[in-house]
């Protein structure tokens, strides 16, 4: 296998030799290998880098990307959760197709294994990776994000015993608010996709919260901080308000008071 510390260290230089087409279909090799150390390690880092300083271009970008959206019905745990993971190096560049946010809607609502790490193959993170994306895609200006707030509340009202341990809610709180920092969002688009959420809190039973439930909770509380706050839209960057803060604060009150009565 190439050395991809040595690059990583040459400041990521392209090496002379090997084809880019060849460097390219190892690193997407390496996304997906069991071993975390290569999966989550200097390849991961090498192809972010190639990515964003356009060393893999539009083309290339394009066909990683729809190899990462097959990857998604891929039996493997790990080569799941990591696609979300390229696309978002993708889709930051600009790069972007339908049919990956299809393929990834379809398993994000449905993937049933949330571990956030596993102790041989490291972090698998389905939620916060998944969530990555989402926020990613609904940053850019042609994607509807309505769908992909509804998509988030079918994840998160999905039967699950896993709880969220690894900072889920919190990624998944970012993604939301990103989204609802979209201009062309009104108020009621901002806040119709709590309707579901609000339906099945008002008809709980009373005892022991199950854990999908304390899962939509803390993430809920969450974005109600990102809405009074903002969200920066990078690590580091300043905090960018929501379209329609108020709205969102109002209606997540109103949503969590059946289960949450001390708001």
């Keep these: 296998m190439t050395n991809w510390r040595e690059i990583h260290e040459n400041d990521c230089a392209l090496p002379a030799g090997p084809r880019l087409d060849d460097l390219v279909a190892e690193l997407a090799e390496a996304l997906g290998d069991p071993d975390p150390e290569i999966r989550d390690g200097y390849p991961y880092a090498v192809l972010a880098t190639w990515i964003e300083r356009g060393v893999i271009d539009r083309e290339r970008c394009l066909a990683l990307g729809d190899l990462m959206a097959e990857r998604f019905d891929d039996p493997r745990i790990e080569a799941r959760t990591f696609a979300p993971l390229v696309l978002v190096m993708i889709v930051r560049q600009g790069h972007l197709r339908p049919a990956w946010i299809d393929a990834f809607a379809a398993w994000y609502r449905s993937e049933a294994d949330l571990r956030g790490r596993d ?86 039973e009373r005892g ?30 300043r905090p960018v308000p929501l379209a329609h803060g108020s709205a969102v604060k109002a209606r997540l009150a109103e949503v969590l008071q059946p289960v949450f009565p001390y708001a």
């Design 119 to 204: 102790e041989t193959l490291g972090w698998l993170h389905a939620v916060a990776h998944g969530a990555d994306l989402l926020g990613a895609c609904g940053l850019r200006p042609e994607v509807e994000p309505e769908p992909l707030l509804v998509l988030a509340a079918e994840r998160l009202l999905a039967p699950t015993d896993h709880l969220f341990a690894e900072r889920e809610d919190n990624r998944l709180a970012r993604a939301l608010a990103l989204v609802l920092t979209r201009p062309d969002l009104t108020p009621e688009r901002s806040t119709a996709w709590l309707s579901t959420v609000g339906e099945v809190f008002v008809g709980m």
């Design 208 to 237: 022991p919260m199950p854990v999908w439930a304390s899962n939509t909770v803390r993430t809920l509380l969450a974005l109600y901080a990102l809405a009074d706050l903002g969200v920066p839209t990078e690590r580091g960057g």
